[in-house]
């Protein structure tokens, strides 16, 4: 049974930082993909960041600059640093995984990746 924890969600003024991180519990071969989605109220799921198993990073262009994807390969955890936040940022963040080696990280497809959390709010205001 594969698990997906975020934490590091919360409130933070314009301006500030924030660090989430996701620990994946359980067999999984190997996440080769390893991404931090969005979700807004009323908006769709949305790619924020992704990072596949050889340290290729890809970001949403609005947060480019800003945030910083990192991932611990031995400890399956992967992070998402967040600097100079936006009220645009707020959303519920997701941490999600994927063990398919076929499919375009970069791309960041909701319908590539088998593996989620349950998400951890931010908030900027």
């Known amino acids: 049974h594969v698990q997906l924890v975020e934490s590091g969600g919360g409130s933070v003024q314009a301006g500030g930082s924030l660090r989430l991180s996701c620990v994946v519990s359980?067999?999984?071969?190997?996440?080769?993909?390893m991404g931090w989605f969005r979700q807004a109220p009323g908006k769709d799921r949305e790619g924020v960041a992704a990072?596949?198993?050889?340290?290729?990073?890809s970001y949403q262009d609005s947060v480019k600059g800003r945030f910083t994807i990192s991932r611990d390969n031995d400890k399956n955890t992967v992070h998402l640093q967040m600097n100079s936040l936006k009220p645009e940022d707020t959303a519920m963040y997701y941490c999600?995984?994927?063990?398919?080696?076929?499919?375009?990280?970069?791309?960041?497809?909701?319908?590539?990746?088998?593996?989620w959390g349950q998400g951890t709010q931010v908030t900027v205001s």
């Open positions: 999600a995984a994927t063990s398919n080696w076929s499919v375009y990280c970069s791309e960041m497809k909701l319908s590539d990746f088998e593996y």
């Open positions: 990072m596949d198993i050889d340290g290729v990073t």
């Open positions: 359980g067999y999984i071969y190997s996440s080769y993909c």
